[in-house]
């Protein structure tokens, strides 16, 4: 039998040395050594679960629909392990392995609940069979990476093949019931969001077109019914239940519904709708996904950006204008040639446009003529002029950003402890 | 006025490139010039596209973006019509710009593949009387240079969009459809953010 102790102890000593150095760092690189000496340790950590491991993935909302889920099958007793919202790619495991992990390289919990990044999700579910997949849609997302809307879907449906138990799939993505078609041996489920309620939604949920004839939409198990606000309702055969979702859109809703039933399928006879309800109820926003936080001693929205979808998404849920708003595009867009697809026209001012990319996103508001104050790239700088601003007289300050200059900018602000992304 | 023809400006929209028709278009509002972007969408629109080109008709531009896999597998049934009307384009000196997977409509070698690349690149062009280089983001395995022209088609690899980055190349554009370039607040203050972006990506 392997010993991963040696490995788990460089792994750690790697993190408190780059703790020392710098503050609120220190979960990506102790990962990528631990990958590099003890590749083997990931997949005896996932396969360790008696209950097995589920994947949530796709490309928009995995973290909301984990975190959903994760808290339903806990409010049934269930002793879960998942992984936190920031590391859902292989490097991010191997690091919540060196935080979490025994010396002996186990860690504790009947099921592993994950949240997976599309291409990781095909990598490691080709050396661990998963007992359930949930895939919530495909978007463009990510082109420098991913290329092509239809090679994520591959990877999404090469995944949903390899689940020995349940697949559940979006109803309302011609992707996912593509996917559909390609599973083998089990009988998809699938979640969605009925006719009148995505009507009322102007722009839909910004799938990726597949420009074919539209399959026909398949019955689903649960579905979002209403939508006022954050309440929403879901129902299905089994009933209906109502409840406020932790941040307002149709997206949020979507999650909360692909989470519901992917703990129907998970949790089987044992599945109890009060004790579902009131886990989907306690549910507090996602890090950074219309999570609302005090800096100085006044509230701000923190909305994260990741892609076309759910740029034009939290843009069309903006409520009213935003008084004061901080735009920050990082380093993370490798390519910001996708701001250029978004449509603007619910911005109406930016106060700061800033991060990496802050002259690329300016180019394209001011092409956009969204007037715009402080445009600087240095992020400290940009942060500081914006909480000196005095108090909105209505309403509170507003920040979008993306992954990057979100996890700079909290760090900026003291937001450095790890705790703040678990779930 | 000024026309800006754009071809299927939803499906041939993966990577932003329908954006080169709004900056021209703006461009062309920034300096008191009047401009239009029309979609070209069906097939009667293209038919009615190649007369106006083969016409010689003048003060138009075109714009073909890239698309998804799925997009240009759905639009194969308008590739003969498309090859004629970028066939006539060339012929006609009309401008024009043609980007990634349309370049497959244009009449150069499309089909060689090398390693995929993904990043910002400042490409070098020869082409007479056009800009030196251009700055775009390259995300292609197409064996092309990322940025030629010919006659006055841009045939280019680069994202960006190509005409947001490259201010010089639209003022080339700008001569060509007939109109004299003029400066203005807005085109500054866009001018000084792309300078800003040819600082970082330039040197990234």
């Known amino acids: 039998m392997i010993r991963y102790w040696p490995a788990l102890l460089v792994g750690r000593i790697a993190r408190i040395l780059i703790r020392l150095v710098r503050k609120g760092g220190g979960s990506a690189l102790p990962g990528l050594i631990l990958s590099k000496i003890a590749p083997g340790i990931l997949y005896r950590v996932l396969g360790s679960f008696p209950k097995g491991l589920v994947i949530v993935t796709g490309s928009a909302g995995k973290s909301t629909t984990t975190k959903m889920l994760v808290n339903i099958v806990r409010e049934h007793g269930v002793a879960v392990f998942t992984n936190p919202s920031t590391a859902n790619i292989l490097q991010g495991f191997y690091s919540t392995i060196i935080e979490r992990a025994n010396w002996s390289g186990k860690i504790s919990g009947q099921v592993a609940i994950l949240e997976m990044d599309e291409a990781h999700a095909e990598e490691l579910s080709r050396k661990i069979a998963p007992l359930q997949v949930t895939v919530l849609n495909v978007m463009e997302d990510q082109l420098d990476r991913f290329v092509d809307p239809a090679l994520v879907r591959a990877d999404l449906a090469l995944v949903a093949q390899r689940a020995s138990g349940d697949v559940l799939l979006n109803a309302d993505d011609q992707n996912t019931l593509l996917i559909a078609n390609e599973v083998r041996g089990v009988q998809p489920r699938f979640f969605g969001v009925a006719s009148k309620v995505l009507g009322a939604q102007g722009r839909g949920l910004q799938n990726a077109p597949t420009y074919l004839p539209d399959l026909p939409r398949p019955q689903t198990s649960s579905e979002v019914s209403r939508l006022d606000g954050v309440r929403a309702e879901l129902s299905g055969a089994w009933g209906k239940t109502d409840f406020d979702l932790p941040s307002r859109g149709v997206h949020f809703a979507l999650d909360a519904v692909a989470a519901f039933e992917s703990a129907r399928a998970f949790l089987g006879e044992g599945f109890d709708l009060q004790l579902a309800t009131k886990a989907l109820g306690e549910v507090p926003p996602v890090f950074a996904r219309g999570e609302m936080v005090q800096v100085n001693g006044e509230d701000v929205e923190f909305i994260l950006v990741q892609n076309p979808g759910s740029m034009q998404l939290n843009l069309d849920n903006l409520v009213g204008e935003p008084e004061q708003l901080l735009f920050a595009i990082g380093r993370d867009v490798h390519d910001p040639s996708w701001l250029w697809t978004v449509d603007y026209s619910n911005l109406k001012h930016v106060d700061v446009c800033t991060g990496f990319n802050a002259y690329e996103a300016a180019l394209v508001l001011h092409y956009n003529d969204v007037p715009m104050g402080l445009v600087t790239d240095d992020l400290e700088r940009a942060a500081t002029a914006f909480f000196a601003m005095p108090k909105p007289k209505t309403g509170h300050k507003t920040v979008v950003f993306s992954a990057d200059a979100m996890r700079r900018m909290r760090r900026a602000l003291g937001f450095w402890s790890p705790e703040e992304v678990e779930r | ?204």
């Open chain 2, 1 to 204: 006025m000024k026309t800006i023809f754009t071809l299927f400006p939803e499906m041939l929209n993966l990577n932003g490139d329908s954006a080169n028709s709004f900056v021209l278009q703006k461009n062309f509002e920034w300096m008191g010039e009047q401009a239009q972007s029309v979609s070209v969408a069906t097939e009667s629109q293209l038919l009615e596209l190649l007369r106006l080109v083969k016409s010689s008709e003048t003060g138009i531009f075109v714009t073909i973006g890239h698309g998804s896999a799925a997009a240009m597998q759905a639009l194969a049934a308008h590739d003969a019509l498309i090859r004629d009307l970028l066939e006539a384009i060339i012929e006609s000196k009309t401008p024009a710009i043609v980007v990634g997977s349309a370049l497959k409509w244009a009449n150069v070698n499309a089909g060689s593949k090398s390693d995929r690349r993904s990043e910002f690149v400042v490409a070098t062009s020869s082409a007479e009387d056009w800009p030196s280089n251009a700055l775009g983001y390259l995300n292609s395995d197409l064996e092309l240079p990322p940025v030629s022209v010919e006659s006055n088609v841009i045939l280019t690899l680069l994202h960006g969009p190509f005409f947001a980055k490259n201010p010089s190349w639209v003022e080339r554009v700008v001569r060509l459809m007939g109109a004299e370039n003029s400066s203005s607040e807005s085109k500054e203050v866009a001018d000084g953010f792309v300078e800003e972006i040819w600082r970082l990506e330039a040197n990234h």
